[in-house]
């Protein structure tokens, strides 16, 4: 049988982008011919947006799903329903308010297509996603209760806006700081360019201030600045996070979270390829951790398929990590940590190396020195804490690896998913009997550093062994 | 660990592919060094002709010292690379057993990679400019682990690489 669905509210959900992008490009230099420069561009996106409305089909036909798209260069997607892992929905603001999702499906495989249908109602977005994914299952032979997945589901997270204030407090506001900090300066570069003479005021205004201010100023500044990059991080995490629920369902999660960006996403358990999990000092305090899936990077589209919850208690990475993984959990297994002389290797990168860099200014200016010398101290400090943190356990199933500085971070990789191995070995770890691995699978690999070189080959002759003898799928 | 006695992983050589006892890695054809030995030259050249077209179109006046320095400099990381090259070289092979296949290369960083058969995507034959013109072959083997995590044999006579090729695809068509 063949369906095909037109899609109705395209053209309604065309006509607010444009306006957008129509908006944006107010932000060129204004000349006289904007009018109709812009006028040209408008009814270039209208005719764009009814082409390709008019050219957007898709529909289902002996199995496969089919996308029909274009007008000039015409495109067909072809997709065996059998080969569709999940279908996850997203809406913007825009279809928040018009009622309408996107709808995207995602296939297994490296050959991953961009199947995506912008704009369909609720109503078939619930029917399209049921029949997709009960199709999927009823392949499987499982039973198919399927069509009601209210019944089978558990709500394993839950963040409300108070969870995700302590969420967003307590994440890293470092990077966040660093972010504003490029933008404003970027910001500041394009007003002064601008506003040119009243700057040029300021500026010495400004001068004044800087020569005759006190710490006191400095400080005050940091603190203005920390405080922003907080609220920035804060308010980032609401909007992203916004009405967080992870449900358990028979084979996999269903994460929906989003305020202005809502976004729906089916998670099959199969599809998971490594589990990270981390918590750091200011999070400790509350008691979560931050917990990311990570699934198969495809080549094709090089998106990050990173999925993850930014805030969970212990019991809930527990119960998760139960679910997620067949088999036993290593947690009993013994901890083999990284060899001291990891260290070295960290201290010469991380603290030498970029301490000798501005070897010319210590010449010129000794009082440097002290600052070098600070950094040495800081870095072998941190060093020292990486060192403490980097081991590894395992079981004939499961790897588990510890990392992190400040922060403590684990991942951990069932054995069967591995894609293939690096045995690495310096000239000076091959004169201590060390040996560095690294376990690659389909969503990037996990770094074991500095173990003792016998069981570093004990340990890739049996990942190897087992995914050689092993008939799993890895996805 | 309890070790499957029916698994064997015993070595095949690419020649008779039949397994053998002997745990030994195939080395690379010589010719190779070549390969890395041209594109050095290569580098060199272009260096050494930017840096005169530079002085040549400057206006300062450029100290002596730079002069003979700097080209200096560039021949000293050369002759590095050249030793790098020959004695790295007998460092670098390539391993096929029954169930993966392997390369390793290093002379002062050690790596070997293993890709079980089980796990490859594809294979693929290819030469660049310089190996075209030696007469040499590469064997890509990819993953789906990303880019980062796919093997990389130089230096094969294209009929070698053809043949480990097919051999290849043999093997990952029986897993599928």
């Known amino acids: ?475 | 660990m309890q070790i499957n006695k029916e698994f064997t992983n015993h070595v095949i050589l690419p020649e008779g592919l039949a397994p053998i006892e002997i745990q030994a890695f195939e080395g690379l054809e010589k010719k190779y060094k070549l390969v890395n030995l041209i594109g050095s030259v290569i580098l060199l050249v272009f260096a050494l002709m930017v840096f005169f077209l530079g002085v040549h179109f400057s206006t300062e006046n450029i100290p002596s010292i730079l002069l003979i320095g700097i080209p200096f400099i560039f021949v000293f990381i050369f002759v590095l690379r050249l030793s790098l090259v020959i004695f790295g070289f007998p460092k670098k092979g390539y391993l096929l057993r029954e169930q993966d296949v392997s390369f390793r290369r290093g002379l002062l960083i050690y790596k070997l990679t293993t890709i079980p058969f089980n796990r490859i995507q594809h294979v693929e034959v290819s030469q660049n400019m310089i190996e075209k013109s030696v007469g040499l072959s590469r064997l890509k083997v990819f993953t789906a682990g990303g880019s980062v995590s796919d093997l990389s044999i130089p230096g094969l006579l294209p009929e070698k690489a053809h043949q480990i090729e097919s051999f290849l695809l043999s093997k990952v068509s029986q897993h599928d």
Not at chain 1, 102 to 129: F, M, N, P, R
Not at chain 1, 177 to 205: N, P, R
């Open chain 1, 1 to 475: 049988m063949i369906f095909v669905f037109e899609v109705q509210q395209k053209l309604r959900a065309y006509w607010p982008i444009l306006i957008l992008i129509f908006a944006q490009k107010k932000l060129l230099p204004a000349s006289i011919t904007i009018p109709m420069a812009s006028g040209i561009v408008i009814l270039l996106m209208l005719v764009h947006a009814l082409l390709f409305y008019l050219n957007f089909y898709f529909y289902i036909e002996e199995n496969q799903f089919v996308i029909k798209k274009g007008y000039i260069q015409k495109k067909v997607l072809s997709i065996p329903l059998d080969r569709i892992q999940s279908v996850n929905t997203k809406q913007n603001l825009l279809q928040q308010l018009l009622k309408v999702y996107s709808l995207e499906v995602d296939t297994a495989g490296s050959a991953a297509k961009e199947l995506k249908i912008y704009s369909l109602s609720a109503a078939y977005t619930q029917h399209l996603t049921q029949f997709l994914q009960s199709h999927k299952e009823n392949a499987k032979e499982e039973p198919s209760d399927s069509i009601s997945t209210a019944h089978e589901a558990k709500e394993i997270i839950k963040l409300s806006p108070s969870d995700l204030l302590r969420i967003g407090i307590s994440q890293n506001h470092l990077k966040t700081g660093i972010i504003i900090f490029v933008f404003g300066s970027q910001i500041m570069g394009q007003i002064k360019d601008l506003f040119q003479e009243e700057t040029d005021a300021y500026s010495d205004t400004f001068q004044n201030i800087l020569s005759n201010s006190s710490i006191l100023f400095y400080a005050g500044f940091i603190m203005v600045a920390l405080l922003v990059s907080i609220l920035a991080t804060l308010l980032y995490t609401m909007f992203k996070y916004y009405d967080f629920k992870l449900v358990k369902h028979p084979e996999s999660y269903k994460i929906t979270a989003g305020l202005f960006n809502k976004r729906e996403v089916l998670l099959p358990f199969k599809k998971v390829q490594q589990l990270n999990w981390e918590t750091g000092p200011i999070k400790k305090m509350f008691g979560i951790f931050k917990i990311s899936f990570r699934q198969a990077v495809s080549k094709q589209i090089q998106q990050k398929q990173v999925v993850d919850a930014p805030g969970c208690l212990k019991q809930d990475i527990e119960s998760i990590r139960e679910e997620l993984f067949q088999g036993d959990l290593p947690d009993d297994s013994e901890k083999i940590y990284s060899h001291w002389r990891y260290f070295n290797l960290l201290w010469i990168q991380g603290g030498w190396l970029p301490a000798l860099l501005p070897t010319p200014i210590y010449v010129y200016e000794p009082l440097w020195l002290l600052a070098g010398g600070a950094w040495l101290l800081f870095s072998g400090i941190y060093c020292w804490m990486v060192l403490r943190k980097s081991y590894f356990q395992f079981n004939q199933s499961q790897l588990i690896v510890g990392k992190g500085g400040i922060n403590t971070q684990w991942q951990q990789a069932e054995s069967f998913k591995t894609q293939s191995v690096d045995f690495r070995q310096s000239f000076f770890q091959k004169r201590r009997g060390l040996a560095s691995l690294r376990v690659h699978n389909a969503s990037g690999h996990i770094n074991i550093p500095y173990i003792p070189e016998e069981i570093a080959h004990q340990l890739m002759n049996y990942l190897l062994y087992h995914v050689e003898t092993s008939d799993e799928k890895w996805m």
